[in-house]
């Protein structure tokens, strides 16, 4: 099987997967044995994989071991996907992990590690808007002087020839 066929087989998951509203609405499987076997095939997939694919991997095996009540095997994957986000500085795959991490902490009935994590994701984000912020207002304060110097210097050619 390649990575393609996997991710086929991937979208009828919803079929075996439903949130059980006397658990909080946690997400539950139907059927542990079909869920077992798409872990296994990612891992599996895993051996010849590399990069984005490895990740697309880790994340989606952490997220069935989490869904299959194995909290545990979903935190040893899904932090490879979090070691992975901040070696590539992608801060947005760096949330999407520390929210997953977070979730398998609550699954693991660690609620206070699971908000801490929710948490540092929240700060992440403002501190995120707040970067792209401080660079717009800085691109836009660069464009006004660099207008600002370009008028002076206009003004300054136009009195050198008269």
């Known amino acids: 099987m390649n990575l393609a066929d996997y991710r086929e087989r991937l979208v009828a998951i919803n079929e075996i997967v439903y949130f059980d509203k006397n658990e909080y609405l ?4 139907s059927n542990p044995l079909k ?3 798409l872990i296994d095939e990612a891992e599996n997939l895993l051996q010849s994989s590399n990069g984005d694919d490895r990740y697309f991997l880790y994340g989606t095996i ?3 071991y989490r869904i299959n009540e194995q909290p545990k095997k979903a935190l040893n994957s899904l932090s490879y996907c ?3 986000a901040v070696r ?3 801060l947005t795959r760096e949330i999407v992990a520390l929210i997953r991490i977070g979730e398998a902490h609550k699954y693991d009935n660690n609620h206070t590690k699971a908000l801490e994590l929710l948490a540092k ?3 992440k984000r403002l501190m995120n808007i707040w970067t792209l912020y401080c660079n717009i207002k800085a691109n836009v304060l660069w464009n006004y002087l660099l207008c600002s110097i370009q008028k002076n210097i206009v003004k300054g050619v136009g009195i050198a020839f008269r």
Request: glycine letters at 6%; one cysteine or more; proline letters at 0%.
């Open 35 to 37: 869920l077992k076997e």
């Open 62 to 64: 952490g997220n069935l």
């Open 82 to 84: 979090l070691n992975h």
């Open 121 to 123: 994701c929240d700060a």
């Open 26 to 29: 946690r997400e539950k499987t």
């Open 88 to 90: 590539e500085m992608n």
